[in-house]
């Protein structure tokens, strides 16, 4: 079946340094992937996503690249900021009919000045 | 645009009751998803919802069940309730089935 392996949190970084959150995947055919990011009491919030193989989405200064040689979707940004302490969410969509997202185990991220 | 909706926000129960969570999509969309969020075992599909129509289901046992009405909105039920649902149930929407999924704020459930 359809499995996404993440990095262990929590990952403590200080307000401007470099991020990167491993993620890597298992699944048969072409799935879709996913970054959620979720804040505190709150849902999950879309934050990228890629679709095909060498896709990069971004958002917010975030970026990921699908991967499909390593199965890999390792989300970075180049300078995080306090707002961006959150767990982090590598998921993925499988292709067919079943629609469900999979999800990592999340990574706790928090940024401190 | 609104985003997801569900209600209540919080609720808590004790063993061997019977538990309604509800969801509404956003405007214009059909499908609607269930998740569970436990602490210890991540997010946990449970239920697919498209057209009115269950479509897919995770591996959580019969008590778990739920509808989408002609609206889209839909329900959660939970019945039997145990300890160990005790968890965040997040609803989400998408426009069709291979579209991004959008998530509500979830219904923290406590089971006493």
């Known amino acids: 079946g359809n499995s996404v392996t993440q990095m262990e949190g929590p990952v403590t970084l200080s307000e401007e340094a470099f991020l990167t959150i491993n993620c890597t995947y298992t699944a048969t055919g072409y799935p879709s992937l996913f970054w959620y990011v979720q804040y505190p009491g709150e849902g999950l919030q879309l934050l990228l996503k890629a679709t095909k193989a060498d896709d990069k989405g971004s958002n917010k200064g975030f970026e990921a690249t699908y991967r499909k040689e390593t199965t890999s979707f390792h989300l970075e940004k180049g300078s995080v900021q306090v707002s961006d302490s959150a767990v982090y969410f590598c998921?993925?969509?499988?292709?067919?009919?079943?629609?469900?997202?999979?999800f990592g185990t999340g990574t706790r991220l928090q940024v401190t000045l | 645009e609104a985003g997801v909706t569900q209600s209540p926000t919080h609720l808590i129960k004790t063993r061997g009751q019977q538990v309604t969570l509800r969801c509404s999509p956003i405007?214009?969309?059909?499908?609607v998803y269930w998740y569970q969020q436990a602490l210890g075992l991540g997010l946990q599909f449970l239920l697919w919802y498209d057209e009115g129509e269950e479509r897919n289901r995770g591996n959580f046992p019969p008590r778990f069940s739920g509808r989408q009405f002609p609206n889209y909105s839909s329900e959660l039920n939970v019945n039997a309730l145990e300890l160990e649902d005790s968890a965040l149930y997040l609803c989400?929407?998408?426009?069709?089935?291979?579209?991004?999924?959008?998530f509500g704020d979830g219904t923290r459930l406590s089971i006493l």
């Open positions: 998921a993925l969509r499988g292709t067919g009919t079943a629609s469900k997202l999979t």
């Open positions: 989400a929407s998408s426009l069709g089935s291979n579209q991004p999924q959008h």
């Open positions: 405007s214009g969309h059909t499908s």
